[in-house]
């Protein structure tokens, strides 16, 4: 029974692998829970960046996040809420607040026309992007040789 | 001889749990947050509007077009020329982009697809195992057989 149990393993440890990966239109990156990162340049100078929302052929959807402190505050009320940052307030839709490690995270969103973009990049979670070296490092040899051992 | 048996089994009870706990708690958790990788570079799939599945490493958003980097695998009909201080390659005689990397079985290109040409884009996330995962269970599962034999 104990010598079966490494295969049936195998087999959870597969679907566990298959399950994790997922393909996600970039037209509904939040809606379908990928997390993309995002560094945009506008043709006014204007250096953005924070979490893609959506791309689409016309618009880039983004949200930007701003620590809250001394100098980024929170104005209004209710729906007129709005983030300043050294008195101007931010261009976009307050979203929500969050709390981080490092503190109070507010959180605007704001749609950008494709024409303004003079360039954007994008990258993978940090997380995301440290443990799929280590992942496919291990896994494939562990289950060759959990194979040869079990067979 | 039977405990030894006992406790071999026991370990490769405990490896594959490892494994899979791995696969599960550390992979399939949604990363949230705001801390991205230092290079660009996303796994993307992506279908023009000419009908063409491209597969590669989506970088930037540039000029309208989408840059990314994809392989091509070296043929006959593919073949590499330097014209203006750059290598391009050429796929039936078209160009399709300029040189990334050229290794044994194929040719990392950048290419650069109209935003508007592009009809899906997909982000493949969480992609953890892939073709070198199964190639080297398959030449650990050999390894560990002759280890075994022997």
Redesign the interface.
Known sequence: M??R??LL??V??AV??A?????????A?DAG?????V?VRLRSGEVLR??LIS?T?DE?LLDT?HRLGVDVRLEGSAEARRVEVRGEAVPGDFVGVES?DTGR?AVVRRALD??E????????????????PI??T?????????????? | MAQMSGTRAAMRLLLCFSLCATVALAGCARTVGWEFADDPGLPVDIRTSGGEELSGTLLELSSGSLVFDTEIERGENVEVRRRGGADYVYVDGVIVGTVVEIRDFDIVTRRRVPLEEARDVSVRSRGYVGWGTAIAAVAFFFLGQALEEQ
């Open positions: 104990i010598h149990a490494p393993l195998l959870v440890l566990c692998c399950g994790c990966a997922r393909s996600v239109p970039m037209a990156l829970g990928a997390d993309v990162g560094a924070g979490r791309l052929d880039l996040h981080g995270i494709a024409d973009v003079a360039r954007a990049s994008f990258y993978r979670p940090a997380g995301e992007a440290s443990l799929g992942l496919s291990f896994i494939g040899p562990g289950i060759g040789l959990l194979l040869a051992l079990a067979i």
